[in-house]
């Protein structure tokens, strides 16, 4: 008796809808597939809900570096710098261009994790900016070599920053002179 209910509630569905709209069963199913199918590509587009918790994240750690003053750093060795990649929001976000370094915190949606130009945070990024180049073998102060108008590139590069984020310190080498007779190997910040 419940087959017969099936049956009959089956041939009335499939009715309804030739009398309703004038498709077979199987017409019916298949735009009701690519319906849902257009319905989950769509929402895929856009921030699921679960993103929210981290988009709200990068709003605030946003909102501290636009309220954080530079920290001035003074003298910085390249392996010290590493620690200001992004990777604690917590940090600030700094580069060097040239030996100087400046603090790219306002500029975390390019420099910081996930952004354009993450891979320059943290490192003396001169040889690749002046090469427009995202080769870390070109992360490096290293300017022998470049053409004249790569050097130019570079100035322009350097321009900017001087104009748009704070010097807040200078890259050294990894051993400084203490005096005459002795090197002293420079300790983590």
Not at 29 to 37: D, P, T
Not at 68 to 91: I, M
């Amino acid at each position: 008796m419940e087959v017969f209910g099936l049956r009959h509630m089956y041939g009335m569905v499939t009715e309804a809808i030739h009398d309703y709209m004038g498709l077979s069963p199987m017409a019916f199913m298949v735009i009701v597939g690519v319906v849902i199918l257009t319905y989950k590509i769509v929402c895929g587009m856009f921030v699921a809900a679960d993103d929210y918790k981290a988009v709200r994240d990068m709003n605030e750690i946003y909102e501290a570096d636009m309220r954080r003053e530079p920290v001035q750093l003074g003298d910085v060795t390249e392996e010290e710098l590493k620690a200001y990649d992004g990777s604690n929001p917590q940090k600030p976000l700094l580069m060097a261009i040239k030996g100087q370094i400046y603090d790219v915190s306002r500029g975390r949606m390019f420099y910081g994790p996930g952004g354009p130009y993450a891979m320059f945070a943290g490192h003396d990024a001169t040889r690749a900016l002046a090469l427009m180049s995202f080769d870390t073998q070109d992360l490096t102060g290293n300017t022998e070599g470049l053409s004249e108008s790569e050097l130019d590139v570079l100035e322009d590069w350097e321009l900017k920053f001087n104009e748009k984020y704070p010097k807040v310190g200078a890259l050294v080498p990894k051993a400084a002179i203490v005096d005459d007779n002795h090197l002293e190997t420079k300790k983590a910040v």
